[in-house]
């Protein structure tokens, strides 16, 4: 089995290598090829991803390559973690929105629309040179924001699925909290990608004993100071919403906290030149620990599940993807792109039924999807006027004044990756 994974060069690669390497019998992987442009990370990354895969005994063959075409040639699966611009890039998104009184984040808001409109013609681009090398191979998305990602390339006929680790993030969180083992716990999981909400905390699978009564009761505060909301948020709603809905609930709060400290992006530029200089390390031949603090946990975990029940290696497995509605929600029309549990195997993802949402949740759920359709025509087709409305739907800007100024930012930030700006 090959797998391709495009973004290769990435600090997270090692992350992923590691999962590989463990669960090489749920993964029989017999060459991983890594793809990147940027040569000089990609040969640090290649290195410790050899020395991962011979220090846990790992059969397999990693090759890198700056060569696309080459690299998902004869691939069963490419994995696609891009972030177009870089750094840098991310900087930006999260600086210019706080200058019009809003959020400054990658992947939610005017910046996570910048980043959309950054990255969907790249992706789509890649997509078509996977489908015309190989149109058995399936696409596996990391990239974020990954629900508009993910509904550009199945709108584009691509088979594609869509990958976030905030739900087995969560999913061993509570494991530990209530001492169980992670396969032990089945969340009900709802909503859109970096929007949902675990509706119940299951024992066993989908018709088990639901235990978020007992883990909000118990461990209500471990629970909310993780995502950072008041417990008393928790105990109202019932029902514990990830970390992103803190940008919708306390938005205000979290703008001034942004002000008065440096950006997660600036973070994370100094965290990877730390990585890198590591990676680097001829000795070192397992992630390091600082890794963690990046983001991205347990991403191979679900990454290997993903790929082996798509692949057949693994038989079909219960997991949270993002993928097409198909009526699951009935408030939302069939090719909008929801985050919920699906019944994957080779055919692809088919999401599980779900409970009728409270319209607190239905109603946040249906707006954000409607924005996630204006901005998917923005970033297909550009254009001032369409950046304009995508942003004037988002629930996080939602005013004349705020999204034009928005957008003058936006495309101000952004004309070197975008021809049409």
């Not at 006027?385 to 952004?414: I, M, S, Y």
Request: proline share 6%; hydrophobic share 45%; net charge negative.
């Amino acid at each position: 089995m090959k797998l391709a994974v495009v973004g290769g060069g990435s600090t997270y690669t090692p992350e992923l290598i590691d999962g590989f390497a463990r669960l090489r019998d749920t993964l029989p992987v017999s060459e991983l090829v890594l793809i990147d442009p940027a040569a000089d990370r990609l040969e640090l990354i290649g290195g410790l991803a050899r020395r991962i895969f011979a220090r846990q005994g790992h059969p397999g063959r990693v090759t890198t390559t700056s060569d696309l075409d080459a690299g998902i040639a004869g691939a069963d699966a490419v994995l696609l973690q891009l972030r177009i611009g870089g750094q840098a890039a991310r900087l930006q998104d999260e600086t210019w929105p706080l200058e019009c009184g809003c959020v400054g984040q990658e992947t939610t808001g005017a910046g996570g629309l910048a980043k959309a409109l950054r990255t969907v013609p790249v992706v789509l681009d890649i997509a078509e040179r996977v489908r015309r090398t190989n149109p058995d191979a399936w696409i596996i998305d990391f990239t974020n924001p990954v629900g508009i990602v993910t509904r550009a390339l199945l709108q584009a006929g691509h088979k594609a699925v869509g990958l976030c680790n905030v739900a087995i993030g969560l999913q061993r969180k509570f494991a530990a909290l209530l001492d169980l083992a992670p396969a032990d716990i089945h969340l009900d999981h709802v909503g859109l990608n970096h929007l949902t909400w675990e509706l119940g905390v299951r024992r066993g699978g989908p018709d088990g004993e639901d235990l978020l009564a007992t883990l909000l009761a118990e461990h209500g505060d471990a629970v909310a100071g993780d995502l950072r909301l008041p417990r008393a948020v928790l105990d109202r709603l019932g029902v514990v919403p990830s970390y992103y809905l803190r940008y919708y609930y306390a938005h205000d709060e979290v703008v001034r906290e942004l002000g008065t400290k440096p950006s997660r992006a600036a973070e994370v530029a100094a965290m990877e030149r730390e990585l890198l200089a590591l990676y680097g390390d001829p000795a070192l031949d397992e992630k390091p620990a600082l890794l963690a603090k990046r983001g991205g946990a347990f991403y191979s975990e679900a990454a290997v599940d993903l790929a082996a029940s798509l692949l057949g290696d693994g038989g079909p497995a219960v997991q949270v993807v993002n993928t097409y509605n198909n009526g699951t929600l009935p408030f939302l029309p069939d090719d909008a792109v929801i985050e919920v549990q699906a019944r994957v195997d080779g055919s692809g993802a088919a999401p599980l039924p779900v409970p009728r949402l409270d319209p607190l949740f239905a109603g946040l759920i249906a707006h954000v999807s409607a924005y996630e359709d204006l901005a998917l025509d923005a970033a297909l087709r550009g254009g001032r006027e369409r950046v304009f409305k995508a942003l004037l739907a988002h629930p996080l800007v939602g005013q004349f004044e705020r999204a034009e100024g928005l957008t003058d930012r936006l495309l101000a930030h952004n004309k070197e990756h975008l021809p049409w700006a």
